[in-house]
């Protein structure tokens, strides 16, 4: 069978900051789902990388008095580290600064070039560096940029012009016709609003700067930088170099955005693509910001958390949890390290932690040290259906907090099942038949528990397939059909070990 194909991206992330917890929430959140699908026998394709042109990198690098090539080299690295220690798996790394996209931006802005898409004109507006973008008077705050709450500037240039103006009507017949392309539906909503009030054009290259991709037709003139880095969701899978690749991976499955950056991707991208005579993305999926005391971070705020001393606290593990199961993916979310704690000692240390605990030893201690026969029907097998189910629906509608709900359910069904049946009091009454049919059903549950969770916090659930004497890696394993009920192994070898999670108190 030829496995489906599933493509992820994230935004590109500018290089003038290194990466705080706002970046990785989307990328983790990418990482969540492409694990699951790989578990379901996916082929999958999930991009990341940096964005590392613009006036925005231009001027961090002048104020460190380095080359911005150089800026970008230091910074880049910063998010490959943090996307490393966060484990999360990516296919490829792009770097709008390598050979592969000044080629292939090359090749897309000739073809909108050669379609009539773009013609010569004068500008003057106000422009946010921060946002590199123009805004018009009735769109600013006081003034300010209406995101970053910060002055704009004054800019005159001779630019190219992209006909986005032309692109209106296509682009509501588009999504007309597929409204699953925009999500949630409040941002879908957003988008239409916006394209309904009508589409002006934009400029698309600048000659006040020099830290860009050369226009191919004037070489004058260097590409704006948001017109470049989109073009990276086609680079990075073959976009004029690999027809055949191209043809496979595009158009991506889910662009993950951020709803500061939906306009670009829900409005200006699929523009952009229609002129190039390519299809628009199947969906770009908008969530909100992670907001610090109720604001958004930022380095001039010194509100800014990075993942690593998170991770120093709370694990790999502890950290995923959070962001993954904690903070909805859509709405904003205010980052509490308070509840970080309290969620981290429920869920994972009590509920979770516990559970493999509590199990594993009396299975040790009542069965010999071997998983006992597994009933067919024992009585958890209808909840361990309901998490898988509940987990699938769930992850397909990117609501990886209700995902992680329906599997703790099975975890709560599991403890209140342990509590209920109390097989050390079975065990003392001497009856063995009714501990191992008992303690049968929960390290099955456990079974299925580390399958569903795997995507989520997988070290804990590497460690305690191992334990469970399961062979192979958890997430090699096949949904759904690893899922189904009564699949452990009679007589496997079952370890005990330390806590899972241990209990943290939260620092004062
Ligand atoms: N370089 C552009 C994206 C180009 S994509 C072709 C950009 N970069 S960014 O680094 O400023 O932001 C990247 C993403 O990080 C955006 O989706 C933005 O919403 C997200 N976040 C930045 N801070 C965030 C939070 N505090 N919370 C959630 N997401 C945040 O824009």
């Given amino acids: ?50 964005d590392e042109h613009g006036l925005k990198i231009q001027r961090a690098a002048e104020a460190q008095g380095v080359h911005p090539q150089e800026w970008a080299d230091r910074t880049a690295v910063r998010f490959e580290q943090t996307w490393d220690e966060l484990q999360i798996r990516t296919d490829d790394f792009i770097r709008t600064t390598e050979p592969r996209h000044y ?28 946002c590199e973008a123009y805004y018009a008077d009735d769109e600013l705050t006081d003034g300010n940029c209406p995101i970053h709450d910060r002055p704009v500037e004054n800019v005159v240039e001779e630019n190219y012009f992209f006909k986005l103006s032309e692109f209106a009507q296509r682009l509501l017949d588009h999504y007309e016709a597929h409204p699953e392309a925009v999500q949630p539906e409040s941002r879908r909503n957003e988008v239409l609003g916006f394209i309904k009030q009508g589409l002006r054009d934009f400029s698309m290259s600048r000659t006040s700067i020099s830290w860009g991709v050369p226009l191919p037709w004037d070489a004058a003139h260097v590409t704006y930088v948001w017109f470049d880095a989109l073009v990276n969701y086609c680079t990075a899978v073959g976009y004029g170099v690999d027809d055949e690749r191209f043809a496979q991976w595009w158009p991506a499955d889910y662009h993950l955005v951020g709803k500061d950056i939906l306009r670009f991707h829900a409005v200006y991208w699929p523009a952009m693509l229609m002129a190039a005579g390519l299809e628009p993305p199947k969906c770009v999926f908008a969530h909100g910001w992670l907001l610090v005391g109720g604001e958004k971070m930022s380095k001039t705020k010194l509100n800014q958390i990075f993942p690593h001393d998170l991770v120093a606290e709370f694990g790999v593990d502890g950290y995923r949890y959070h962001f993954v199961a ?183």
């Avoid at 191992?466 to 452990?488: F, S």
């Fill in 1 to 50: 069978m030829v496995p489906n194909r599933f493509s992820v991206t994230t935004p590109i992330y500018y290089v003038n900051d290194v990466p705080h917890i706002g970046h990785a929430y989307t990328t983790l959140a990418g990482d969540v789902l492409c694990r699951w699908r790989r578990m379901h026998g996916d082929d999958v394709h999930y991009l990341t990388g940096t």
């Fill in 103 to 130: 080629a292939a931006v090359t090749k897309f802005l000739q073809a909108v070039y050669d379609n009539g898409f773009i013609y010569k004109g004068t500008y003057e507006g106000l422009y946010c560096v921060p």
């Fill in 326 to 508: 904690d903070q909805r993916f859509g709405p904003d979310g205010d980052f509490s390290y308070e509840a970080m704690v309290t969620r981290y000692n429920a869920d994972l240390a009590n509920n979770f932690g516990n559970l493999a605990n509590r199990v594993l030893n009396m299975a040790v201690n009542y069965c010999d040290g071997v998983v006992p026969t597994v009933r067919e029907n024992g009585p958890l097998r209808a909840q361990a259906e309901a998490a898988y189910s509940g987990a699938v629906d769930g992850f397909a509608r990117l609501d990886f907090a209700n995902a992680c709900s329906a599997i703790w359910e099975l975890i709560r069904a599991t403890n209140a099942y342990i509590e209920d049946r109390a097989p050390w009091a079975l065990n003392k009454a001497g009856d063995a038949a009714a501990t191992h049919a008992v303690l049968g059903d929960c390290l099955e549950a456990l079974r299925v528990i580390a399958l569903l969770s795997a995507p989520v916090i997988p070290n804990a659930c590497a460690e305690l397939w191992r334990r469970l004497g399961q062979p192979g890696a958890v997430d090699d394993q096949r949904l759904p059909a690893a899922a189904a009920w009564g699949q452990l192994p009679a007589g496997n070898a079952l370890e005990k070990g330390d806590p899972l999670f241990p209990r943290l108190e939260a620092a004062t």
